[in-house]
DNA sequence: TGTACATCAGTGAACGCGCGTTCACTGATGTAC
DNA sequence: TGTACATCAGTGAACGCGCGTTCACTGATGTAC
């Protein structure tokens, strides 16, 4: 049996994923996933909290799985960094983006969307949270760049980090709006794979230059 | 003398690109542009269509400028584009986004907040808006971008814009966040014309690739 | 094994509040004859 | 030039509605002695 705090969970995400956070209300919620109205309360204690809990989920199980990818990488170099490709550390993004999107439906879209919503949240609330939580992973992931990329210093590592960050929230979060597209205008159907396919050696390119 | 209608557009403006569309009331807007409330239903009919005359403003702005942009490239290749290069096209959105910045206060960064905002919409009503209003400066962008791109299809072209329309929404909507960051962690002031320098060669990179 | 009490998960109804919108109205300016 | 009427820009107050949250309560399960 799946608990109400779950089912809470699971249609809050769906939701604030279609709609926006302030789009969404707890009756919305309830009444989706079969609770009490005031379960939600109970269980988290407010909306924002409904919203942090939500986050949390996703980011735990994506964070989890980069850190095995890189586990991965330092096993296959030895713990030698010194002649890692940028493909490769890119590459590694891959495997946990298809994981969170085979562990819900559209579960890709739905955390990219979550992801996009937190950043343009007015008080940055969750992003300094997140950077308190995940800031390891984070950090370790950044220095796999930088061993790729010797050529450019931190903060260009940032910059770069960054910009790749706003293309893959986009164009993951909107991948149905961009689908649809490409099916009309080009008759060509796009899976989420396909366009991390495209997004990887775009970006591996881009950070390369110079 | 500015116009009660100028005069809550100006605010809205400020106050959709800061919190959202949903979070902002419009006794907010009101109260702060020195208005009455009922001023807003009298001149825009209701709080969606206000939202939509405030991007208007903007869409139609940029894309003026950007389409003497391109009438400039057109005479420098004396109509001939079959050398054109995807730096010169990239670099053509350079002027538009800083006029945009100098227009209003922190214009580039009120617009692309306005523009991520509305490309996560629901219903994608502005989206589908834009499209019809503005697609001929689109169309004409994308021609530059494929005549620039030889050895990418137009679908190719189509996926590689909306990467990079991802970065410079992500980095110039958000970037306030990333400046702070940008000081703190290595000491460096970065004007919004400096992201746009740092943006335009990472991605004219990656559009080259392959 | 039985009783008393505590904790947990949940519920139904109500709370006050802020929201977008509406409406009857005012006063200034423009137009027709 | 004067009068009548229409349009325009704006206003103050109220409308009903949906929101997040709270509260007193219930019933099941767990724990202590």
Redesign the interface.
């Known amino acids: 049996m799946i608990s109400t705090k779950d089912k809470i969970l699971n249609e809050a995400e769906k939701l604030f994923a279609?709609?926006?956070f302030?789009?969404t209300s707890l009756r919305m919620i309830t009444a989706k996933a079969d609770v009490n109205l005031a379960s939600v309360n109970y269980h988290f204690g407010s909306k924002k909290k409904l919203i942090q809990a939500v986050f949390e989920r996703f980011m735990d199980t994506i964070t989890q799985d980069i850190t095995s990818e890189m586990d991965k990488l330092d096993a296959a170099h030895g713990r030698d960094l010194s002649n890692i490709q940028i493909s490769e550390v890119l590459q590694l993004l891959k495997q946990p983006i298809k994981n969170l999107d085979q562990l819900r439906p559209d579960g890709a879209g739905v955390f990219m969307?979550l992801l996009?919503?937190s950043?343009?949240e007015?008080q940055?609330h969750i992003?300094r949270f997140a950077m308190d939580k995940y800031s390891q992973t984070f950090n370790r992931f950044i220095s796999y760049l930088q061993a790729s990329c010797p050529q450019s210093d931190?903060?260009?590592i940032?910059?770069?980090l960054?910009?790749?960050?706003?293309?893959?929230?986009?164009?993951l979060?909107?991948h149905r709006?961009?689908q649809e597209?490409?099916e009309s205008?080009?008759n060509?159907s796009v899976s989420i794979e396909q366009?991390i396919d495209?997004?990887i050696?775009?970006?591996?390119?881009?950070f390369?230059?110079?």
């Open positions: 279609e709609q926006g302030a789009e969307n996009g919503r950043y343009a007015t940055g992003r931190a903060s260009e940032f910059w770069r960054h910009f790749m960050l706003g293309s893959f929230i986009f164009s979060a909107g709006a961009l597209i490409a205008d080009f060509q366009i495209k997004l050696p775009f970006m591996t390119a881009a390369a230059h110079n």
